[in-house]
């Protein structure tokens, strides 16, 4: 599975942007996808995850009730709505494929690349 994201970018304080991962190589049906951020000096940490099939999703406390993920089984897609976006949000985001239901990053099989988001105070 080769996953590519895409969406990240500078933005101020309580606007919003869109993140999406893009699978090639295989489909999602079987996969649990998760977004993970990793800021400048900091560790990886979990965001959001959703279950490819039964579309079941979870989210870290940080982010609970202003990120929104979403998967399009028929796009292969799985997207991050963020919105009232905070300087504390500003992060390399990165898709990851997981057979797991699990917010642990080591748990995941298959990363994007990253997207840069940056907010600005």
């Known amino acids: 599975v080769q996953l590519q994201a895409s969406g990240g970018g500078l933005v101020q304080t309580g606007g919003s942007l869109r993140l999406s991962c893009a699978a090639s190589?295989?489909?999602?049906?079987?996969?649990?996808m998760g977004w993970f951020r990793q800021a400048p000096g900091k560790e990886r940490e979990f965001v959001a995850t959703?279950?490819?099939?039964?579309?079941?999703?979870y989210y870290a406390d940080s982010v609970k009730g202003r990120f929104a993920i979403s998967r399009d089984s028929a796009k292969n897609t799985v997207d991050l709505q963020m919105n009232t976006l905070k300087p504390e949000d500003t992060a390399v985001y990165y898709c990851?494929?997981?057979?797991?239901?699990?917010?642990?990053?080591?748990?995941?099989?298959?990363w994007g690349q990253g997207t840069l988001v940056t907010v600005s105070s």
């Open positions: 990851a494929a997981s057979r797991l239901v699990t917010t642990i990053s080591r748990r995941y099989d298959y």
């Open positions: 190589g295989r489909t999602l049906s079987s996969y649990v």
């Open positions: 959703i279950t490819w099939s039964g579309g079941s999703t």
